[in-house]
């Protein structure tokens, strides 16, 4: 069966809460015969991931709105509105968003099926919104959840978030 055309309207989910963050969900794999997953992605200042690759899917951010410190490879970029980066397969990666309001990020993974990660990882968002205090799962369940889930998404940790 050929994939359907899709048609995402603004604000009409799903989303999922992980990370102190809102994924709200484009199009996924299972929408695209497994060719690519888009979420629009809505972080608060100081979110961080630590140093890791993706063995399965090449990346790409489009930084809507917001600062975000980009590291890949050896090299750190300082994104800002309408900065684009591409991210090849494999490449080692952090980042951290800078400033004092959130950033809004249009992220696409090349073939799909990272966003399932999330999902799993995080909680279903009761409204498309970053959560509040209460909401989502608590760091250390989270972190324990990471670790589980992960490997079975090809995602590699390989040291610390950027310092802060």
Not at 13 to 34: I, K, N, R
Not at 117 to 139: H, I, Q, W
Not at 144 to 150: D, H, K
């Given at each position: 069966?050929?994939?359907?055309?899709?048609?995402?309207r603004?604000g009409q989910?799903?989303?999922?809460?992980?990370m102190?963050s809102?994924f709200?969900?484009?199009?996924g794999?299972q929408?695209?015969?497994g060719?690519?997953g888009?979420?629009?992605?809505t972080q608060?200042p100081?979110?961080?991931?630590?140093?890791h690759?993706?063995?399965?899917?090449?990346?790409a951010?489009f930084?809507?709105e917001?600062r975000?410190?980009?590291?890949?490879?050896e090299?750190?970029h300082?994104?800002?509105?309408?900065?684009?980066?591409?991210l090849?397969l494999?490449?080692?990666h952090?980042?951290?968003i800078r400033?004092?309001?959130?950033?809004?990020l249009l992220?696409l993974?090349v073939?799909?099926?990272?966003?399932?990660?999330?999902?799993?990882?995080g909680v279903?968002?009761?409204?498309?919104?970053?959560?509040g205090?209460?909401?989502g799962r608590?760091v250390?369940?989270?972190i324990?959840?990471w670790?589980?889930v992960?490997p079975?998404?090809?995602?590699e940790v390989?040291?610390?978030?950027?310092?802060?």
């Amino acid at each position: 069966m050929s994939p359907s055309v899709v048609v995402h309207r603004t604000g009409q989910g799903p989303g999922t809460w992980a990370m102190g963050s809102l994924f709200e969900h484009l199009v996924g794999a299972q929408q695209t015969d497994g060719l690519l997953g888009m979420s629009l992605v809505t972080q608060p200042p100081g979110t961080a991931t630590p140093l890791h690759r993706h063995t399965a899917e090449a990346e790409a951010l489009f930084v809507l709105e917001g600062r975000v410190d980009y590291r890949a490879g050896e090299e750190l970029h300082e994104l800002a509105d309408g900065d684009f980066l591409y991210l090849p397969l494999g490449v080692p990666h952090a980042f951290r968003i800078r400033g004092q309001r959130p950033a809004r990020l249009l992220s696409l993974t090349v073939p799909g099926g990272l966003m399932g990660l999330y999902d799993e990882v995080g909680v279903p968002a009761s409204e498309l919104r970053l959560p509040g205090p209460g909401e989502g799962r608590p760091v250390p369940q989270e972190i324990g959840r990471w670790n589980e889930v992960g490997p079975r998404y090809g995602l590699e940790v390989l040291g610390p978030p950027l310092p802060e």
